[in-house]
């Protein structure tokens, strides 16, 4: 397909962001309220975490006016610092939701700075929803753009495009004409960062956390009358061919302002990576073949694409290596039953059977399975070989999870990040988000008293 030929991507963009009106988005604003739905469940699951925790403590003493409600938690902060706590708890997990196409996770870099911002400036539920639905696009277009290149290069997709989504989203609750907004997504290119080598680590966290303040950050900026290059995205020395790619203009474009990225949007029923729930999809099936007979397994192998081996096929270490561990996935799904938080938490990871098991997985590629598909066989001592192979996982579009699902994964959520926030409240409040006046009003009632 040829490229399409256009003046500037940042203007472009805005251009929609800026007239894009509550009717032509009212249609998505339901797979809206399921993704904020799912950011609250992922954020209060690790409100407490002691990686949540620690950067409470260093931002702390720099916090400006107390303004703006961090998940799970009675202390307020000010808008840029929550907005970096609340992304940072939501994306923790690896439980959020994900755009299938570029495995971007949309709702942690957007979410966070568009509430933060709603509730400094007390804007209405339709405003936050209109914002994040239009934010949420303008991510996931970009990263349509350079996908899958960008991430098979080491970026990590969500931070280094999610703030592209923050910044737009942003600059459109603060009234910016699409000159403004066009500015904002130009300096966000100049902040975009993120490598998927620390993805086993809290710094993948810090660079969704930044997407999130820093989106918010070259919106305020935009506002005051920064200026940013008219191709900041697709220029000769622009964000594009800087990080290696050039940019698909044809692919950001195709139905710009008619159809909606959030509508592909799916959600997570393990806190692991998305590539791994096949492998968990099936090593749950094969459990229930192999019944009593767990402790005959001599061996494991799961055959799956390049991508699944190059995320996962890695050794244990910690509780976030297990979140990204193709061998550690296998493990929870054959002897525990189960893939929940507690599975992939450090009481879990160094358990001697767990870790005796995982000695026993192979991983093995084949280039015949799509992303995100796995086979797995179970070789028992009697040399019966029992064969799993899941295409489509649960949680995928082809198998989406309930409204009840989401809802009881917030439930759980609250229990294992130990929140004293209420469930029921936070439930019934996203549910009305499209009939609410004052978004500070409702975070104020989601917050316990201090």
């Not at 806190?271 to 494991?300: K, T």
């Not at 002897?335 to 026993?360: D, H, M, S, Y």
């Amino acid at each position: 397909m040829p490229q399409v030929q256009i003046p500037s991507v940042s203007k472009t963009l805005a251009d929609v962001v800026a007239a894009a009106s509550w009717a032509d988005v009212e249609a998505q604003s339901l797979e809206a309220r399921r993704s904020i739905l799912n950011f609250f469940a992922t954020a209060l699951g690790s409100a407490r975490d002691p990686v949540v925790m620690a950067a409470m403590r260093t931002l702390s003493p720099f916090s400006g006016a107390a303004t703006t409600t961090v998940i799970g938690h009675s202390q307020q902060m000010d808008a840029m610092c929550a907005s970096f706590l609340n992304a940072v708890s939501a994306n923790l997990l690896d439980f959020d939701d994900t755009h299938p196409e570029t495995i971007i996770h949309p709702a942690a870099p957007v979410a966070a700075p568009v509430l933060a911002l709603a509730e400094t400036r007390r804007l209405s539920g339709r405003e936050v929803l209109t914002a994040f639905i239009l934010g949420v696009d303008i991510e996931c277009r970009i990263g349509n753009a350079v996908s899958p290149r960008h991430y098979a290069r080491g970026w990590h997709i969500t931070s280094t495009c999610g703030i592209f989504g923050a910044a737009a989203a942003c600059a459109r609750l603060l009234g910016l004409p699409a000159e403004g907004i066009a500015n904002a997504i130009g300096l966000a290119a100049s902040q975009s960062a993120g490598n998927v080598e620390n993805l086993p680590s809290a710094a993948k966290n810090v660079s969704v956390g930044n997407a999130a303040r820093n989106g918010l950050f070259a919106a305020l900026l935009a506002q005051q009358g920064y200026e940013a290059a008219p191709r900041a995205i697709e220029g000769p020395l622009g964000w594009a061919r800087t990080m290696g790619d050039e940019l698909d203009v044809a692919r950001l474009l195709d139905g710009l302002g008619k159809t909606w990225e959030i509508a592909k949007n799916t959600y997570k029923p393990y806190p692991a990576g998305i590539v791994f729930h096949s492998v968990i999809d099936a090593c749950l099936r094969l459990r229930e073949q192999i019944g009593r007979r767990l402790d005959q397994i001599d061996a494991v192998t799961v055959e799956g694409s390049a991508l699944l081996l190059a995320r996962g096929d890695r050794p244990v270490n910690n509780a976030r290596d297990a979140r990204v561990s193709i061998h550690h996935c296998v493990a929870c799904g054959l002897l525990v039953g189960k893939a929940g938080v507690a599975e992939f938490a450090r009481e879990t990871v160094v358990r001697p059977e767990i870790a005796q098991l995982r000695q026993k997985v192979r991983a093995e590629r084949d280039d015949q399975m799509p992303d995100g598909a796995a086979r797995v066989a179970v070789r028992l001592s009697s040399g019966e070989v029992i064969i799993e192979t899941v295409i489509s996982p649960r949680g995928s579009r082809a198998a989406p999870l309930a409204d009840r699902d989401l809802e009881a994964k917030l439930r759980e959520g609250v229990r294992t990040g130990q929140s004293d926030w209420s469930a029921d409240r936070v439930i019934d409040a996203v549910r009305r988000l499209d009939t609410v006046d004052d978004i500070a009003e409702l975070l104020e009632s989601l917050r316990p008293p201090r």
